[in-house]
């Protein structure tokens, strides 16, 4: 009898530990940097990102589903270009669900300069927004986001060796923290905005 409601109890706790990445109101930085308004606006990127990088477009079984999207994304280390299952179309109508503020803590928008002369609208990471702040708190206790936030200082917003190191080293990335999964899915985001925005080349990452 001891045992049984041991091992329920261990069934009980692991059920737990797999239903609070959900919540991004656990974790003190994210509470201590934006409103509660704001925060319901990150979780639906989140939401939309991981039923986006989902075969059966929901947010079950998120473990496999990272996993499967991750080695996918590794896949690109071999023929150098990226290619991402997100549509954009419809990420535009998610950016619609969420308060203009909230975007601007995340983004700017700005203009670039194509190879062939043309002027074309883009978006960039926003390195003076609460997103930035964010990073910066959580790089105090995570080499992984330290390495990442250092590489956003020096580059001035999302660059190739940025999503290079996270196609590579995509195991130190602990999808159990909901501060991760939220990195992970601006991050994507970002860069699904780059890629098909303005119907541009793919972006090249060294196969090295």
């Known amino acids: 009898m001891k045992n049984l409601l041991l091992l329920l109890g261990l069934l009980f706790s692991f ?24 925060i319901r606006d990150l979780e639906v990127l989140v939401g939309f990102f991981e039923k986006q990088i989902s075969t059966k477009g929901t947010t079950e079984d998120l473990p496999s589903t990272y996993q499967a999207f991750f080695e996918k994304m590794a896949q690109t280390k071999k ?12 990420q535009q109508k998610i950016y619609q669900q969420i308060d203009p503020k909230t975007f601007d803590e995340i983004w700017l928008g700005s203009k670039a300069i194509t190879h062939e002369g043309d002027t074309i609208n883009t978006i960039q990471l926003n390195r003076e927004g609460k997103y930035k702040r964010l990073l910066e708190a959580l790089s105090t206790q995570n080499p992984t986001l330290l390495k990442y936030d250092y590489d956003l200082e020096t580059a001035g917003d999302l660059s190739p060796a940025m999503v290079a190191h996270v196609i590579k080293k995509y195991p130190k990335y602990d999808i ?15 860069l699904n905005d780059r890629l098909k925005r303005n119907n541009g080349p793919l972006m090249r990452i060294s196969s090295n």
């Open 15 to 38: 059920t737990q530990i797999q239903a609070t990445p959900d919540n991004l109101n656990s974790d003190a930085s994210i509470d201590s940097i934006f409103t509660q308004n704001e």
């Open 176 to 190: 159990s923290q909901p501060t991760v999964r939220l990195v992970l899915a601006i991050h994507y985001l970002t």
């Open 79 to 90: 023929i150098g270009a990226i290619k991402l299952p997100l549509d954009f179309e419809e």
